[in-house]
């Protein structure tokens, strides 16, 4: 029995003042009053225990639901604290991927194994629109044992779907992808088991759609929910980062290879082109600086050689070169009676002859018609350059077959010694021309230095390069 505090106090009040009886020969005394009052003391005492003990079962009740409310409004902020990291974990390593060094077919798999993490994802594929975005390629594609998916035009699927309305796409039963089949929304393009739930997510980067990333459940007791979409929608702003990402550095790398290979080309064709222009460059400057006929160098390269030659010796004046003037005698008898072009055959078969007289670094040159000069640069002595012209006389005196006769040469020499002195090589061509025309004043085929006294006439013994007296 259970009453209130108003029928308490009532019961007190009826206790301890209102009693009678109906029978005239029962009365009441005063000690059946103190009884009574006893009595009712105890009654009110237990009541008033009984009502504590609800209250207090009351509040404890009340306090009961609301720990376990509290507890449970903990135990979601544990679970929306851990999603929430577990999902920024997540998207820090889809994240990592966009950088890692790694080959497109292991980003594809990392990146799987992350979303796997993230929600129920066995079977899986990720779809992007070509550039002409004409065909569906699938660089990762896992789905009932099947690895592997060949590019598609673009129609009507599910993924087309999600591509046209750059919206989330989730379909909870098998029966709302039936709907969406005989409502003509998608054409049906089943790749192994049917889908049971179905949940794609476009791939943007800014306003674009590039692909999609899809998760399928062939069990009927895995369902995705809305939850699930949002972690795939956090995902996939990830994956379509780290996509463009990846593409854009190779892009790069490739139109970085591309170029190092057009450089590497052009570098090659400069080259070339460098060699070649180098090749006809020198090809002139021999031609500019040698005899066409005889192939000899000419008057300028020979004075050009001199100069430096007399450069060096005013630096260092203890050296001393040679140089050695050459003049065929009566060669134009030769070309009045065999013809020019025995002339030159003639002039060649001399010029190779006085090759044979000198070692590098000397040099012989062709100054004019029958002209010929020797340079001789490191002089020891004076009698170094003597004997080359005793040498030459005995070279040349020996006949040649011109024109089907034999003729000897005859050629006279003239002789300058150069030395810090000269200024440059007209000075050494003049005085060695000097001497020339001394031997040939002479007598001919014979040789006459510049500043010495003219050789006595000893007429065959100079023929045969014998040194002249004095």
Same mark, same amino acid.
């Given at each position: 029995?259970?009453?209130?505090?108003?029928?308490?106090?009532?019961?007190?009040?009826? +206790?301890?003042?209102?009693?009678?009886?109906?029978?005239?020969?029962?009365?009441?005394?005063?000690? %059946?009053?103190?009884?009574?009052?006893?009595?009712?003391?105890?009654?009110?005492?237990?009541?008033?225990?009984?009502? *504590?003990?609800?209250?207090?079962?009351?509040?404890?009740?009340?306090?009961?639901?609301?720990?376990?409310?509290?507890?449970?409004?903990?135990?979601?902020?544990?679970?929306?604290?851990?999603?929430?990291?577990?999902?920024?974990?997540?998207?820090?390593?889809?994240?990592?991927?966009?950088?890692?060094?790694?080959?497109?077919? #292991?980003?594809?798999?990392?990146?799987?194994?992350?979303?796997?993490?993230?929600?129920?994802?066995?079977?899986?594929?990720?779809?992007?629109?070509?550039?002409?975005?004409?065909?569906?390629?699938?660089?990762?594609?896992?789905?009932? *044992?099947?690895?592997?998916?060949?590019?598609?035009?673009?129609?009507?699927?599910?993924?087309?779907?999600?591509?046209?309305?750059?919206?989330?796409?989730?379909?909870?039963?098998?029966?709302?992808?039936? !709907?969406?089949?005989?409502?003509?929304?998608?054409?049906?393009?089943?790749?192994?088991? =049917?889908? @049971?739930?179905?949940?794609?997510?476009?791939?943007?980067?800014?306003?674009? +759609?590039?692909?999609?990333?899809?998760?399928?459940?062939?069990?009927?007791?895995?369902?995705?929910?809305?939850?699930?979409?949002?972690?795939?929608?956090?995902?996939?702003?990830?994956?379509?980062?780290?996509?463009?990402?990846?593409?854009?550095?190779?892009?790069?790398?490739?139109?970085?290879?591309?170029?190092?290979?057009?450089? #590497?080309?052009?570098?090659?064709?400069?080259?070339?082109?460098?060699?070649?222009?180098?090749?006809?460059?020198?090809?002139?400057?021999?031609?500019?600086?040698?005899?066409?006929?005889?192939?000899?160098?000419?008057?300028?390269?020979?004075? %050009?050689?001199?100069?430096?030659?007399?450069? @060096?010796?005013?630096?260092? =004046?203890?050296?001393?070169?040679?140089?050695?003037?050459?003049?065929?005698?009566?060669?134009?008898?030769?070309? %009045?009676?065999?013809?020019?072009?025995?002339?030159?055959?003639?002039?060649?078969?001399?010029?190779?002859?006085?090759?044979?007289?000198?070692?590098?670094?000397?040099?012989?040159?062709?100054?004019?018609?029958?002209?010929?000069?020797?340079?001789?640069?490191?002089?020891?002595?004076?009698? !170094?350059?003597?004997?080359?012209?005793?040498?030459?006389?005995?070279?040349?005196?020996?006949? @040649?077959?011109?024109?089907?006769?034999?003729?000897?040469?005859?050629?006279?020499?003239?002789? !300058?010694?150069?030395?810090?002195?000269?200024?440059?090589?007209?000075?050494?061509?003049?005085?060695?021309?000097?001497?020339?025309?001394?031997?040939?004043?002479?007598?001919?085929?014979?040789?006459?230095?510049?500043?010495?006294? =003219?050789?006595?006439?000893?007429?065959?013994?100079?023929?045969?390069?014998? =040194?002249?007296?004095?």
């Amino acid at each position: 029995m259970c009453c209130s505090t108003k029928s308490i106090s009532l019961c007190r009040c009826f +206790v301890s003042e209102q009693y009678w009886s109906y029978q005239p020969h029962i009365g009441y005394s005063e000690q %059946d009053r103190a009884v009574l009052e006893f009595v009712a003391s105890h009654v009110l005492t237990a009541l008033e225990r009984r009502q *504590g003990k609800d209250e207090l079962e009351h509040r404890v009740q009340l306090r009961t639901r609301e720990l376990v409310e509290a507890n449970l409004a903990l135990q979601r902020e544990v679970m929306e604290r851990q999603r929430a990291e577990q999902l920024q974990a997540a998207l820090f390593q889809l994240a990592q991927l966009a950088t890692a060094d790694i080959d497109e077919s #292991e980003f594809y798999e990392r990146v799987h194994a992350v979303v796997g993490g993230l929600l129920y994802a066995e079977n899986f594929f990720i779809a992007l629109v070509s550039d002409g975005r004409q065909q569906l390629d699938f660089p990762y594609y896992v789905d009932t *044992g099947i690895r592997s998916m060949p590019s598609r035009p673009i129609g009507r699927g599910l993924s087309e779907y999600v591509l046209r309305t750059a919206s989330p796409l989730l379909l909870r039963q098998r029966a709302e992808i039936d !709907a969406l089949n005989q409502q003509g929304v998608v054409v049906p393009q089943h790749v192994g088991e =049917p889908a @049971m739930s179905w949940l794609g997510v476009p791939l943007l980067v800014g306003d674009e +759609v590039i692909g999609l990333v899809t998760v399928q459940s062939l069990d009927q007791e895995v369902v995705y929910a809305m939850a699930d979409q949002e972690l795939l929608a956090f995902a996939a702003l990830q994956i379509a980062n780290s996509i463009h990402r990846r593409r854009s550095a190779a892009s790069l790398q490739q139109a970085k290879a591309q170029l190092e290979q057009r450089v #590497e080309e052009r570098t090659q064709e400069l080259r070339r082109q460098i060699v070649e222009r180098e090749r006809v460059q020198e090809q002139l400057r021999h031609q500019v600086m040698h005899d066409p006929l005889t192939g000899l160098p000419n008057r300028g390269f020979l004075c %050009d050689r001199v100069d430096r030659l007399l450069g @060096m010796m005013k630096r260092r =004046p203890e050296r001393r070169c040679a140089l050695l003037y050459l003049d065929l005698d009566h060669f134009k008898a030769i070309n %009045d009676s065999l013809g020019h072009l025995a002339g030159d055959e003639f002039l060649k078969m001399v010029a190779h002859r006085l090759q044979l007289c000198v070692r590098d670094p000397d040099v012989v040159a062709r100054l004019s018609g029958d002209e010929f000069s020797i340079v001789l640069e490191d002089l020891e002595t004076p009698a !170094a350059a003597t004997n080359v012209a005793k040498r030459v006389l005995q070279v040349l005196s020996e006949p @040649m077959q011109v024109a089907g006769t034999a003729r000897i040469p005859s050629i006279s020499i003239g002789i !300058a010694i150069g030395d810090y002195r000269y200024s440059n090589s007209d000075e050494l061509l003049r005085d060695a021309d000097a001497a020339l025309y001394r031997a040939k004043e002479q007598g001919r085929h014979r040789f006459e230095v510049f500043g010495q006294a =003219p050789a006595p006439a000893v007429g065959d013994a100079a023929a045969a390069g014998q =040194p002249p007296e004095g």
